[in-house]
């Protein structure tokens, strides 16, 4: 690990800078029996070993899976869709409403391992046990309506009666990352489940534990096991394997290897959703309320220490409010208590390794040193944890600075100024990606009106990113270098199905017979032509 030092930074109030408070608090130890679910893992190969960033110490020793180990979770997941796909939507429906409840019911487990893997406090935890029974319930209720037979109109009124069937698309290859390790397996395998499909799901190394365990609890709520296949490995030695031979492909990470992927299912002809990076905007109207806008962006910026996808790294507020917003800000930054506790007293955690302090440590530096101002945070404290970090609040940051327009991934946000909703709206849109945006303003139909102009798959009014992502009815994905399909709503179930049209003709044939005469051929042109302008004289 290596690590640069920064200069002292400057407090706009004028005071000295001491650091962010800690929060006292012993990390939470392994829940008993957490060792056993490697058990499920498809693996022969040589095992490698797990530590949890909250201490660097060891959480497990995991069997990493060979070509074989891969081809045999892929045949028997094959082997175990066909019966799934046969059962009526109620019973996979009951088997999500019961895992449901087991997530709740057993949510302390949940905190603990995503806590020990991901090294996020544990109030930014809880997001993803509850986000795990939100998606089993609204997949669980709305797979019977959104998967049934539908009538669509026919060729002709009456005499062609045509419907649109959805059959599963067979086994999806999910690859999940260690960032969010409960929600982004369940927003991607529980609707591949309810559509009627298997997966084989490799989840990152660093958070097996979290992923095994949401597996074990489906299991114990009825799923049959071969149905969901848990892999285990690098990601360029397993994940290859995995959407080589899927029928359809999830991946959440970058969007260097999201192009790769992409190009892999293009090659088979296999579709692929991909949730990729993002460098996200938050915009401050000058009408904002700035209590609620200071408040919007701690949470936007600095949830998982900033590991989140839809995260904030972007903030651009109206001059009028600037000096204020940017006062405020630097100065509740600074109040937020660090710390690796297994309760909820920390408000930041850790950063999940030594990479990831790699890389917000030099994002930073890099930015001081070629001018900009750090007002902030932006230091490693080991005190507290080996990877945890100051939230950081600069100013200054210009084009040709790494954290201009890189993606972070960290506790790490750059302050900006604009004139007028149109420059705000330029500055957001200036980024090659389309991931998340947030709009404050005291007015709804304003904030709502500036969102629209903004090119993102989900912009948030006077929210970070809850509201959009809570909102599973509707979907949500990346535009431009952010990924392609997306997850929630009715597309995010249908994605994985395929889709056939049947269509039964009675009465008029649709052509004229090749056996009749040419006078025929020709009556039979005057009343299709008389049908469709009756056809658009009724409106049918």
Not at 41 to 57: D, E, I
Not at 489 to 517: C, E, I
């Amino acid at each position: 690990m290596t690590t640069t030092a920064l200069p002292p930074h400057a407090d706009p109030a004028g005071g000295p800078v001491t650091g962010n408070p800690t929060a006292a608090g012993r990390p939470p130890t392994l829940p008993a029996g957490a060792a056993a679910l490697v058990e499920q893992v498809r693996g022969t190969g040589p095992a490698f070993t797990a530590t949890s960033p909250l201490t660097g110490a060891r959480t497990v020793d995991v069997p990493s899976s060979t070509p074989a180990d891969v081809d045999g979770a892929f045949a028997d997941a094959r082997a175990a869709q066909r019966s799934w796909a046969g059962l009526p939507v109620a019973r996979r429906a009951a088997v999500l409403l019961r895992l449901h409840d087991l997530v709740l019911d057993r949510q302390a487990e949940g905190l603990d391992l995503v806590q020990l893997e991901a090294g996020k406090a544990r109030r930014h935890a809880v997001e993803e046990v509850l986000d795990v029974a939100i998606n089993a319930r609204y997949h669980a209720r709305a797979a019977a309506r959104l998967l049934r037979p539908r009538r669509r109109a026919g060729a002709l009124p009456v005499l062609t009666r045509t419907r649109e069937l959805r059959f599963p698309v067979g086994v999806v290859g999910v690859v999940s990352p260690w960032n969010y390790p409960l929600s982004l397996a369940a927003s991607e395998v529980l609707p591949a489940l309810a559509a009627g499909n298997a997966v084989v799901h490799r989840p990152d190394p660093a958070t097996m534990l979290s992923a095994l365990w949401l597996r074990s609890l489906a299991v114990e709520a009825g799923l049959p096991p071969a149905l969901w296949q848990v892999v285990a490995g690098d990601g360029a030695d397993v994940g290859p394997l995995v959407t080589g031979r899927a029928d359809l492909v999830c991946f959440t990470g970058s969007t260097r290897v999201g192009r790769e992927v992409a190009a892999q299912a293009a090659r088979r002809l296999v579709p692929s959703s991909l949730e990729l990076g993002g460098k996200n905007p938050l915009l401050v109207l000058d009408d904002a309320d700035l209590d609620r806008a200071v408040e919007g962006a701690i949470r936007a910026c600095f949830a998982s220490a900033g590991q989140l996808c839809v995260s904030a790294e972007r903030v651009y507020v109206a001059d009028r409010l600037h000096d204020e917003f940017l006062r405020r800000f630097v100065a509740r930054t600074g109040t937020l208590r660090l710390g690796v506790g297994g309760d909820f007293e920390a408000d930041l955690g850790s950063l999940a390794s030594a990479r990831q302090l790699d890389t917000v440590t030099a994002h930073v530096a890099d930015a001081v040193e070629r001018g900009a101002t750090l007002h902030t945070g932006g230091r490693h404290r080991p005190d507290i944890g080996p990877y945890v970090f100051e939230p950081a609040v600069l100013t200054g940051v210009t084009p040709g600075m790494r954290m201009h327009a890189e993606e972070t991934f960290g506790p790490v946000v750059a302050v900006h100024r604009f004139d007028t909703d149109d420059e705000a709206v330029a500055l957001a849109n200036d980024t090659a990606y389309g991931l998340n945006a947030s709009v404050f303003s005291r007015s709804g139909a304003r904030g709502e009106a500036v969102a629209a102009r903004i090119d993102a798959g989900a912009v948030n009014v006077n929210d970070g990113y809850s509201a959009v992502w809570g909102s599973v009815d509707a979907p949500m994905g990346g535009w431009k270098d952010s990924g392609l399909g997306g997850r929630h709503g009715a597309d995010g179930l249908l994605r994985f199905t395929r889709v056939k049209t049947v269509a039964r003709q009675r009465g008029l044939d649709l052509a004229p017979a090749y056996h009749r005469p040419g006078a025929q051929s020709a009556a039979w042109t005057r009343r299709m032509t008389a049908a469709l302008r009756l056809l658009r004289r009724t409106g049918l």
